[in-house]
């Protein structure tokens, strides 16, 4: 598996303001997920974040709204830009760490609880 | 549209009896099949993951794929009040992104 911590754990935020989610993961992988889980909902991809390339957003989610950055194999951001009430959610970060015979395997960070009054 | 689908629950069962929960997909030709198991308040732990068909034991847990009806369960067996948990189902396809679809999980409650 995979050693995953995000920053911060938990925020409260104005409407109209960013907030910046860290992801740091205790080994190098390729690939990096965020998600979004509302309250009483299963997960939501927001968008895969490869090291070196342009993150891949899913249908619903877009840069301008939620940027990310992938500098390295340890390490990504998830930007939540302009916020609204309606992105009160925690998000998550996971990672691909495959091991043996195992592949597709997704790890999760601990999730940062946002509220945005 | 890829679609994963879990009974909502609540699952309710006694403590030591054997739990079964139930996923089914659309996507015929996935590959990968994952249960995680979710506390409330915590994020998606991985309990099980399996690949082909037949049954996959780990300990009180097992899992069962059948690609043919496009369906996969977990069992636990020795029910726990510690398992007291939202179970959800994962699958992935065959494309390289390496994506999860999850289902929306099911409750389970194991009463003492």
């Known amino acids: 598996s995979a050693v995953i911590s995000q920053k911060p754990s938990r925020d409260i935020c104005q409407r109209g303001t960013s907030l910046t989610i860290q992801c740091q993961v205790d080994?190098?992988?390729?690939?990096m997920f965020w998600y979004r889980q509302q309250p009483g909902q299963s997960l939501t991809l927001i968008a895969t974040?490869?090291?070196?390339?342009?993150?891949?957003?899913e249908s619903g989610f877009v840069i301008d709204k939620f940027p990310i950055s992938r500098p390295n194999l340890t390490f990504s951001t998830l930007t939540v830009s302009n916020m609204s009430p309606e992105d009160s959610s925690i998000y998550l970060c996971?990672?691909?760490?495959?091991?043996?015979?195992?592949?597709?395997?997704?790890?999760f960070g601990p999730g940062t609880r946002l509220t945005v009054l | 549209q890829k679609e994963v689908e879990q009974n909502s629950g609540p699952l309710s069962v006694p403590e030591g009896a054997i739990a079964s929960l139930n996923c089914t997909y659309s996507d015929r030709v996935s590959q990968s099949f994952f249960w995680y198991r979710q506390y409330s308040g915590k994020s998606p732990e991985l309990i099980m993951s399996?690949?082909?068909?037949g049954d996959k034991e780990d300990g009180r847990f097992t899992a069962q794929l059948n690609k043919a009806s496009q369906y996969v369960s977990l069992l636990i067996r020795d029910s726990q009040p510690s398992d007291s948990a939202t179970y959800l189902c994962?699958?992935?396809?065959?494309?390289?992104?390496?994506?999860?679809?999850f289902g929306s999980g099911t409750r389970l409650l194991v009463r003492p």
């Open positions: 399996i690949y082909s068909n």
């Open positions: 994962a699958v992935g396809g065959m494309d390289s992104s390496y994506k999860l679809i």
């Open positions: 974040a490869n090291q070196g390339s342009e993150a891949t957003y």
């Open positions: 080994s190098q992988v390729t690939m």
């Open positions: 996971s990672v691909e760490k495959g091991t043996g015979g195992s592949y597709n395997e997704q790890f």
